[in-house]
């Protein structure tokens, strides 16, 4: 399993490698290291938007297209991002953290 003090960015191939057939144990690294993904582009998005625009500093998943009506189910979040990885082997090298958010847009999809 991947560790924190040896990794810069964890690869999509590492990640699929770490959580396919995973171990609960494993399960529980995936599923905690999509929730943290999700709550650093979320946090990091509406910082940087509310710092531009002046706004006061309110959470907003919207700004990234994700529309899941509260903290979305991070397996389900892992299962999309896996059926992805699988889908799009050239990107295996990407950073996971990278096509998370395409993934979970599409996941959560706000509606139009």
Same mark, same amino acid.
């Given at each position: +399993?991947?560790?924190? =003090? &040896?990794?810069? /960015?964890? %690869? $999509?191939?590492?990640? /699929?490698? $770490?959580?396919? &057939? =995973?171990?609960?144990?494993? +399960?529980?690294?995936?599923?905690?290291?999509? =929730?943290?993904?999700?709550?650093?582009?979320?946090?990091?998005?509406? /910082?940087?938007?509310?710092? !531009?625009?002046?706004?006061?500093?309110?959470? %907003?998943?919207?700004?990234?297209?994700?529309? $899941?009506?509260?903290?979305?189910?991070? +397996?389900?979040?892992?299962? $999309?991002? +896996?059926?992805?990885?699988?889908?799009?082997? !050239?990107? %295996?090298?990407?950073?996971?953290?990278?096509?998370?958010?395409?993934? /979970? %847009?599409?996941?959560?999809?706000?509606?139009?």
């Amino acid at each position: +399993m991947p560790t924190i =003090a &040896n990794a810069k /960015f964890l %690869s $999509a191939e590492s990640y /699929f490698n $770490a959580c396919d &057939n =995973a171990s609960d144990e494993q +399960m529980g690294f995936c599923t905690n290291y999509i =929730a943290g993904v999700y709550e650093g582009l979320v946090v990091g998005t509406t /910082f940087t938007t509310n710092k !531009e625009t002046g706004s006061d500093f309110d959470l %907003s998943p919207e700004l990234l297209g994700i529309c $899941a009506n509260g903290q979305p189910n991070t +397996m389900t979040l892992h299962t $999309a991002l +896996m059926k992805y990885i699988i889908d799009n082997p !050239e990107q %295996s090298s990407w950073p996971v953290s990278l096509l998370a958010k395409d993934v /979970f %847009s599409s996941t959560y999809p706000c509606k139009k």
